[in-house]
Nanobody
Framework: QVQLVESGGGLVQAGGSLRLSCVAS????????MGWYRQAPGKQRESVAV???????NYADSVKGRFTISRDNAKNTVYLQMNSLKPEDTAVYYC?????????WGQGIQVTVSS
């Protein structure tokens, strides 16, 4: 059974930093594409950053240069380092796994950026 558990969210002032972590279990982590998505109130869920099994990364334009996604296959963990946070980054952030089109989601974690 696949399980994704996020941690590291919270409240931070604009300009600050947070690092989200997502520990995966029940999957072949090293061959799985991992990603972070977010959903703000009243908005659709959107992709923030994705990292493939070959460490190829892709970012939403809104976070390029501020966020960095990385993975540690030995720890079955994917990270999202978020710097220079803005109030518009406030959302529930979800960890996602994608193995040949089979998607799994974490429970989500709140990130709130105050102005």
């Amino acid at each position: 059974q696949v399980q994704l558990v996020e941690s590291g969210g919270g409240l931070v002032q604009a300009g600050g930093s947070l690092r989200l972590s997502c520990v995966a279990s029940g999957m072949f982590f090293s061959i799985t594409t991992m990603g972070w998505y977010r959903q703000a109130p009243g908005k659709q869920r959107e992709s923030v950053a994705v990292i493939t099994s070959g460490d190829i990364t892709n970012y939403a334009d809104s976070v390029k240069g501020r966020f960095t996604i990385s993975r540690d296959n030995a720890k079955n963990t994917v990270y999202l380092q978020m710097n220079s946070l803005k109030p518009e980054d406030t959302a529930v952030y979800y960890c996602n796994s994608d193995l040949v089109g089979q998607y799994q989601w974490g429970q989500g974690i709140q990130v709130t950026v105050s102005s």
